[in-house]
Nanobody
Framework: QVQPVESGGGSEQAGGSLRLSCSVS?????MGWFRQAPGKEREGVAA???????SYADSVQGRFIISKDNAKNTLSLQMNTLKPEDTAIYYC?????????????????????WGQGTQVTVSS
């Protein structure tokens, strides 16, 4: 069973920074961060493939940085210049099937395994 486990998150003021981390029990060809705000659908934030290819949502481009350690099966998201609209539950997702990772990486159906989520709250 592959169960991503998130850590990090919490509360921060606008303009500040937070870092999220995620670990999985086996190698994943691609991993991503998604978020869901109250009353909204889950959306892709950032994702990365094992060869280093990344994808970012327009709303976080230039502010968030995703990184993946293939040897340790870990994923990180450095979130800078936070905005109140970044407030959401953030989920780590992993795909152990390489074929799916050739698709657009911010699609929910690329990923097989999901973490429980971690809350990020940004105050103005």
């Amino acid at each position: 069973q592959v169960q991503p486990v998130e850590s990090g998150g919490g509360s921060e003021q606008a303009g500040g920074s937070l870092r999220l981390s995620c670990s999985v029990s086996r190698y994943s060809y691609c991993m991503g961060w998604f978020r869901q705000a109250p009353g909204k659908e889950r959306e892709g934030v950032a994702a990365i493939r094992s060869d280093g290819v990344t994808s970012y949502a327009d709303s976080v481009q230039g502010r968030f940085i995703i990184s993946k350690d293939n040897a340790k099966n870990t994923l990180s998201l450095q979130m800078n210049t936070l905005k109140p609209e970044d407030t959401a539950i953030y989920y780590c997702a992993a795909s152990v099937y390489g074929g799916r990772c050739s698709s657009y990486l911010l699609r929910i159906d690329v990923y097989d395994y999901w973490g429980q989520g971690t809350q990020v709250t940004v105050s103005s």
